[in-house]
């Protein structure tokens, strides 16, 4: 009984959030039906990966594109966001040293970002990377500096009889009791770097789910924007998940 | 001069904006070779002490020599044994003690590290749980492969910290015993401090009782010499009438300093039972 509900309450939730889509395009004009949207996606979504322009392509190759730039910006990010994390997490002048800044840069928005980006790289692709990664690493830097900080006495205490070197003790202590931390700040780093993908591939016109999306806008083919939408929507929905699992496993260690 | 000389060391920790007094002009020797235990209620200061000799915590004032020589942080060939364990559980059984071999015979290859780890870890029963994780141990056990770590390094010098507080009555017997096979047949003489709370425990393991008379600031009382051969037993000790005379003499001690403590300070619930508790201990 109970595993029935679990698969039928969420058919249920999305059956009803059809209704309101429905509903809601009887009175907007320009908004496409349920039906309407799959009948002009369809070959995007059954052809996914024909090309057949530079931005007209099947769904799963645009999703690719952005995936491609995501991974490539999340993980610049994470380079820099990881080791930045344990050097304010041992030391509590750098961190008493950049806290002002990290504190006011973190709230900025990616769209805020990628102008920079654009003078400082004069071109679009290195553009977006610049901002997926500025402002994915917040919460990578954050987590993992609260990881180290929140390495028991016990380790340390550890470290300092066994006299391990300082190489040893980071290896051997601090990274693996940092570990789970650090997942959960890869995992909301991910979450945000999607976020920014879409806006960097609007402003930049590049080929992508968000590039997509803007350009069938331009178009007026509405249905599109609603095939993007959701595109994005399920694959940070995925992309959490994956992230997710891996943190649950190394929580368990 | 004596393998371990402590000499007028204080001890003060920040407690808000005042200091709070911990230890005061404590001074010892323990020769070397010895097994020194060093008795006293929880909270009186034991384990603070035991950190100033290791060399994990500074005092204000005073001095420790090991060997003649000042002791100014963790000293090579020194183990430390705590009473929560400390395994790291993110290692193997093995891989936690070959850790502490890695690191004070750097010398030894891999596979000459992991024999020795391997060795030791047998040495206290635990040759079938190498592989397993801290988490996937008991207590005892646990607590069997952090004497495992502390002795596959061969130290000269040992420092254990309430190293069967955690454990119940019949495991704190068996590793008891297992503590002191191995004190017997390690290569080199062991020399080694424990901090305890049980007179009991203090009696079967040392040569030499030094109660901590409790403060605050603590101090240690005169050592009381356990007049015994080792390689005693509980149900030994039970009977053996130098072994009672011993065990009256700490028990009073310590009585004594608590009944002053409470004469002293306003009544304390804690300190009040811990006196009883002492002296309900004594036969």
């Known amino acids: 009984m109970k595993r029935l509900l679990d698969f039928l309450l969420p058919l249920v939730g999305i059956g009803l959030a059809l209704l309101v889509w429905w509903g809601a395009s009887l ?47 999340f993980l610049l990010g994470a380079a820099i ?32 970002w990628l102008p920079l980006g654009l003078i400082l790289f004069r071109r679009s692709e290195p553009a977006a990377l610049f901002a997926i990664a500025v402002c994915s690493m917040w919460p990578t830097i954050i987590n993992t500096m609260m990881g180290v900080r929140a390495i028991p006495q016990d380790y340390w ?25 650090m997942f959960t700040g890869y995992r909301l780093s991910l979450g945000i770097a999607w976020l920014v993908i879409v806006a960097s591939e609007m402003l930049t016109g590049t080929p992508g789910v968000g590039g997509f ?37 190394l929580r368990t260690v | 001069m004596a393998f371990i000389e402590v ?8 407690s808000g904006a005042a200091l709070r007094p911990v230890l005061r002009d404590v001074s010892l020797s323990v020769e070397r070779g010895e097994f020194v235990s060093v008795v006293g209620a929880m909270g009186s200061g034991k384990s603070t002490l035991l950190s100033i000799l290791a060399g994990l915590t500074r005092a204000d004032a005073g001095t420790v020599t090991v060997d003649g020589e000042l002791v100014t942080g963790v000293r090579r060939n020194a183990a430390f044994v705590f009473q929560n364990y400390s395994l790291l559980p993110w290692f193997t059984a093995l891989e936690n003690v070959r850790l502490a071999v890695a690191a004070s015979c750097p010398s030894l290859t891999r596979e000459q590290q992991k024999a020795r780890a391997t060795r030791t870890l047998e040495q206290v029963g635990l040759g079938n749980a190498l592989s397993r994780r801290p988490w996937q141990l008991s207590g005892g056990m646990r607590q069997r492969v952090a004497i495992a770590r502390a002795f596959a390094t061969e130290p000269d010098l040992l420092f254990m910290d309430e190293p ?83 065990r009256a003499h ?31 201990e004594s036969p």
């Open chain 1, 27 to 73: 009175k907007v004009t320009d908004l496409p039906s349920p039906v309407r949207t799959w009948e002009e996606s369809k070959l995007y979504i059954l052809e996914p990966f024909a090309k057949r322009g530079e931005v007209d392509q099947g769904i799963a190759l645009l999703a690719y594109y952005s995936l491609i730039r995501v991974g490539q910006g």
């Open chain 1, 81 to 112: 966001g990881t080791p930045v994390g344990f050097l304010l997490g041992v030391s509590p002048l750098l961190t008493r040293m950049f806290d002002p800044i990290m504190q006011v840069m973190r709230p900025i928005s990616p769209l805020a």
């Open chain 1, 157 to 181: 205490n550890v470290a300092k009889v066994l006299r391990l070197s300082k190489t040893t003790t980071f290896l051997k202590i601090i990274v693996p009791a940092t570990l789970p931390y």
């Open chain 1, 213 to 249: 999306l803007w350009q069938e806008y331009n178009s007026l083919i509405y249905a599109h924007i609603l095939l993007a939408i959701l595109t994005i929507g399920v694959i940070g929905f995925v992309l959490d998940r994956l992230m997710g699992f891996a943190e649950g496993k």
């Open chain 2, 7 to 14: 000499s007028g060391v204080t001890k003060a920790f920040p």
């Open chain 2, 164 to 246: 069967f507080g955690a454990l119940d009555a019949l495991t704190r017997e068996t590793l008891q015993g297992e503590l002191m096979r191995l004190c017997s047949s390690a290569a080199k003489p062991v020399t080694t401090v424990m901090i305890t709370n049980s007179v009991e425990e203090a009696l079967l393991l040392s040569d030499r009782i030094v109660p901590m008379l409790p403060g605050p600031p603590a101090t240690l009382g005169m050592p009381i010499v356990v007049d015994l051969p080792r390689g005693r037993t509980v149900a030994q000790l039970a009977h053996d009438e130098r072994a009672s005379h011993v």
């Open chain 2, 250 to 280: 700490v028990v009073a001690t310590l009585t004594a300093a608590l009944g002053q403590r409470v004469r002293r300070t306003p009544p304390d619930p804690n300190t009040t039972l811990t006196a009883a508790a002492l002296a309900e």
